[in-house]
Nanobody, 124 residues
Framework: QGQLLESGGGSVQAGGSLRLSCVAS????????MAWSRQVPGKEREWVSS???????VYADSVKGRFTISRDKASNTVYLQLNSLKPEDTAMYYC??????????????????WGQGTQVTVSS
């Protein structure tokens, strides 16, 4: 039922910025834990950031202070603002949705939906 579509990736120089978008259909993004993850060929997927239905956010240490996750309920879209990009940020970025178990239990460990990804390439 649900689908996620990422966009906004591209090629930038180190220090540059990008804004990634994840448009959800068939599901209400604000009812899920929405996450951004990234993956480089040959490596495991790395979780980057999440936003919960209560609006709280969390970030991986590697991107803390540089990336910002947000959402727009009206457009059912989740964003990831990438600032001060580094070559090591180069990866395919994926949007995903996980179940919300309430503020006491948080998000489920498994994701229900994944997008196809959008490529981010940062040159030195």
């Amino acid at each position: 039922q649900g689908q996620l579509l990422e966009s906004g990736g591209g090629s930038v120089q180190a220090g540059g910025s990008l804004r990634l978008s994840c448009v959800a259909s068939g599901l209400v993004a604000s009812n899920y834990c929405m996450a951004w993850s990234r993956q480089v060929p040959g490596k495991e997927r790395e979780w980057v950031s999440s936003i919960r239905p209560d609006g709280s956010t969390v970030y991986a240490d590697s991107v803390k202070g540089r990336f910002t996750i947000s959402r727009d309920k009206a457009s059912n879209t989740v964003y990831l603002q990438l600032n001060s990009l580094k070559p090591e940020d180069t990866a395919m970025y994926y949007c995903a949705a996980a179940g919300w178990r309430g503020f006491r239990l948080g998000c489920t460990a498994q994701y229900n939906y994944w997008g196809q990804g959008t490529q981010v390439t940062v040159s030195s």
